[in-house]
Nanobody, 116 residues
Framework: EVQLVESGGGLVQPGGSLRLSCAAS????????VAWVRQAPGKGPEWVST??????YYTDSVKGRFTISRDNAKNTLYLQMNNLKREDTAVYYC???????????WGQGTQVTVSS
């Protein structure tokens, strides 16, 4: 069974940092693209970043602030989030990605709240 389990979310002040982790199991993690997708209150899902193994991609709003990485030996995906803004507040999910915008499996999500 494919499982994706996010962790590392929490409450942080604007300008602060968090590091999210996504532990994957049930599939060959290193063979596919994995993405971070977030859903802010009252909004639909928003793609944040994708790790394609060699290549990484980011939505414009997080470029220069977020860094996606992966450890294939540990079947783990990471999202280092720096200089967090209030608009980053969302539930963050990791998901396997077939192509951009097409996600096959999702984790349960981890809440990130950026507030004073």
């Amino acid at each position: 069974e494919v499982q994706l389990v996010e962790s590392g979310g929490g409450l942080v002040q604007p300008g602060g940092s968090l590091r999210l982790s996504c532990a994957a199991s049930g599939f060959t993690f290193g063979n596919g693209d994995v993405a971070w997708v977030r859903q802010a209150p009252g909004k639909g899902p928003e793609w944040v970043s994708t790790s394609g193994g060699i290549y990484t991609y980011y939505t414009d709003s997080v470029k220069g602030r977020f860094t996606i990485s992966r450890d294939n030996a540990k079947n783990t995906l990471y999202l280092q989030m720096n200089n967090l803004k209030r608009e980053d507040t969302a539930v963050y999910y990791c998901a396997t990605e077939v192509v951009m915008g097409d996600y096959e499996y999702w984790g349960q999500g981890t809440q990130v709240t950026v507030s004073s």
